[in-house]
Nanobody, 116 residues
Framework: VQLVESGGGLVQAGGSLRPSCAAS????????MGWYRQAPGKLRELVAA????????NYADSVKGRFTISRDNAKNTMYLQMDALKPEDTAVYYC??????????WGKGTLVTVSS
C-alpha cells in the first residue's frame, strides 16, 4: 500500500486547509485510517482517526470542533478539513492506515504552516 498526502500549505491564522491522502496498491485490505502531525522539536501525535466505514471518528482535544476527518472509500482517499487554524497547528501532517491484518503504512507528509 502506498500513501500520498497533498493539500498542505501556508495560511493565515483563522484560515482553512483541506489536505488529502490518496491510497494505492492493495487498497482492498484498508481498515482504519488517521492523521498525525509532528511539529519541530515535538513528538508525532494523533490528530484524528476514522474507522473503515467512516461512521466512527475521534479527535485530539486540541482540534475538536475545528477539524473534521472524512474518507471516500470509492476513491481510496481520506481528507482532513481544518478550519479556524492556529499558529500552533503548524506541523508536518502524516496520514496512516492500518490493514485488516494489522500492518501499518505511513505517507511522507505534507507541511502545514499557519502564520499569525
Amino acid at each position: 500500500v502506498q500513501l500520498v498526502e497533498s493539500g498542505g500549505g501556508l495560511v493565515q491564522a483563522g484560515g482553512s486547509l483541506r489536505p488529502s491522502c490518496a491510497a494505492s496498491g492493495s487498497t482492498f485490505s484498508i481498515n482504519a485510517m488517521g492523521w498525525y502531525r509532528q511539529a519541530p522539536g515535538k513528538l508525532r501525535e494523533l490528530v484524528a482517526a476514522i474507522t473503515s466505514g467512516g461512521n466512527i471518528t475521534n479527535y485530539a482535544d486540541s482540534v475538536k470542533g475545528r477539524f473534521t476527518i472524512s474518507r471516500d472509500n470509492a476513491k481510496n482517499t481520506m481528507y482532513l478539513q481544518m478550519d479556524a487554524l492556529k499558529p500552533e497547528d503548524t506541523a508536518v501532517y502524516y496520514c496512516k492506515l492500518r490493514t485488516r491484518d494489522g500492518m501499518n503504512y505511513w505517507g511522507k507528509g505534507t507541511l502545514v504552516t499557519v502564520s499569525s
